[in-house]
């Protein structure tokens, strides 16, 4: 049965390249959105199995020709023109763009290519001739789905249930333990906003959970209890964001959540002029992995990276990180994940000093906590950190309980965004203090 199942896989992945080779050298419009309509059905129902030699094949057989762009490139470094110019950018595509852009002409063909992304990405890191099959999928989706292409719908309880269903299952940060507690998530003093793509109308993309508040919070677990009363609209002055989830992992290294949160804040300017403060409360998913690098680092080999190679700390700020580091020895990680360390008044004040010299000190190199690095590029200010935040086995496990508020200054978002992307973080002096 492994053999007939194996023949039938290889069989099936041999017509859909034969069919996108017969694509590719279609010239007749109608012809090609057939052939585009039969190859996005084959390609639904491709075993997972044959989608290796699929892309194998797609690495392998679909580039530019080596010759014809050395001719155009000599051409146009002899006689530099719009002609010459055109002709060398036509010979160096890939001819596989010039077939996912004829797949995305058929129904159904741009939510086929997210998926077929979504499993080149699985397969990608045992796979490195993939990537530039997914460099050219990555240059055309994030092309389709460009924010100017794509709507932002609020969702509230009386959205359909199969995209609340969908908001259930791909919330990421705080899971919705059900009906009830996705109905709080709804009530009046809350917000849920999603983008969507027109070719795929009933599948939200991206989407944020909004808490409206009297001011910015330092715990997460107010804001998420299921059996709360709404709080009155006149008490609300802070909108914060507290949850993003992605929903199509095919759309990785796509930027959807920057603008959403964007656009989230103007919308709610427009409708609640009351509104002074935008914000999050997030979680620091990398801060006890790299607390437990840094321990592990210290006293080790000299090659081993450690607090001396982050370069954005002065010497005193070093030391006093170090003696902190010094201190947490005593305790094992289990300890500093249990919830009697919140009680430790010492111990947490060490821990806030070490999240503010990884937020401030690492974000802006490799290893840096993927939250913070979102925030910051995205135009936010670092803010208050808040020890206890979390208090979830979850929150201990990752952060030790600890969470921390960005700050989304409308009018100066760019001039952050600048900042950082020259390595500079926007701080608030209250963190920025802790070092």
């Not at 996108?20 to 390609?43: P, Y």
Request: glycine share 8%; net charge neutral.
């Amino acid at each position: 049965m492994a053999i007939v199942d194996s023949w039938t896989s290889a069989r099936a992945a041999r017509q859909v390249l034969s069919l996108a080779h017969k694509l590719l050298s279609e010239r007749g419009q109608a012809n090609s959105l057939g052939l585009a309509h039969d190859l996005t059905g084959r390609m639904g129902a491709l075993p997972a199995d044959a989608w290796p030699a699929v892309f194998d094949k797609l690495a392998a057989d679909f580039n530019p020709d080596p010759a014809a762009v050395l001719r155009a490139a000599q051409a146009y470094a002899e006689a530099p023109g719009t002609e010459t110019l055109r002709q060398l950018t036509e010979v160096s595509e890939p001819p596989r763009q010039e077939l996912f852009r004829r797949l995305n002409r058929a129904p159904g063909g741009t939510g086929t290519l997210v998926r077929m992304r979504r499993r080149l990405l699985e397969g990608l890191s045992s796979h490195p001739d993939w990537r530039m099959v997914d460099a050219d999928l990555l240059h055309l989706l994030s092309s389709w789905f460009n924010p100017g292409f794509l709507e932002m719908r609020q969702v509230d309880w009386h959205s359909p249930a199969h995209l609340l269903e969908q908001i259930i299952r791909h919330e990421a940060v705080h899971a919705i333990d059900g009906w009830d507690d996705l109905r709080r998530r709804l009530l009046p003093d809350r917000r849920l906003f999603a983008f969507f793509h027109p070719q795929l109308p009933d599948e939200p993309l991206i989407f944020v959970e909004i808490a409206l508040l009297p001011d910015m919070p330092d715990a997460i677990a107010p804001l998420i209890v299921k059996r709360s009363e709404a709080m009155p609209p006149n008490s609300f002055k802070a909108a914060v964001f507290y949850s993003i989830s992605n929903c199509e992992p095919g759309l990785r290294g796509v930027s959807l959540g920057n603008f959403l949160i964007k656009r989230v804040a103007e919308h709610l300017r427009q409708e609640l002029p009351r509104l002074k403060l935008f914000c999050t409360l997030s979680p620091i998913p990398g801060f006890a992995a790299w607390l437990q690098a840094m321990r592990a680092a210290d006293g080790a080999a000299p090659e081993r990276p450690g607090l001396s190679d982050l370069p954005g700390l002065k010497p005193a700020q070093r030391t006093r990180a170090a003696e902190a580091l010094e201190r947490l020895g005593h305790h094992t990680p289990a300890e500093l994940a249990s919830p009697g360390a919140l009680d430790d008044e010492a111990l947490q004040a060490d821990l806030r000093r070490l999240a503010a010299v990884y937020l401030i000190g690492q974000t802006p190199l490799p290893g840096g906590d993927p939250v913070a690095r979102f925030h910051l590029d995205n135009g936010a200010r670092l803010e208050r950190l808040n020890p206890g935040g979390d208090r979830s086995a979850k929150g201990m496990k990752q952060s030790h309980g600890m969470m921390v508020n960005y700050l989304y200054d409308l009018d100066r978002i760019e001039q952050h965004h600048e900042a950082f992307t020259q390595g500079e973080i926007a701080t608030a002096r209250a963190v920025g203090g802790l070092l």
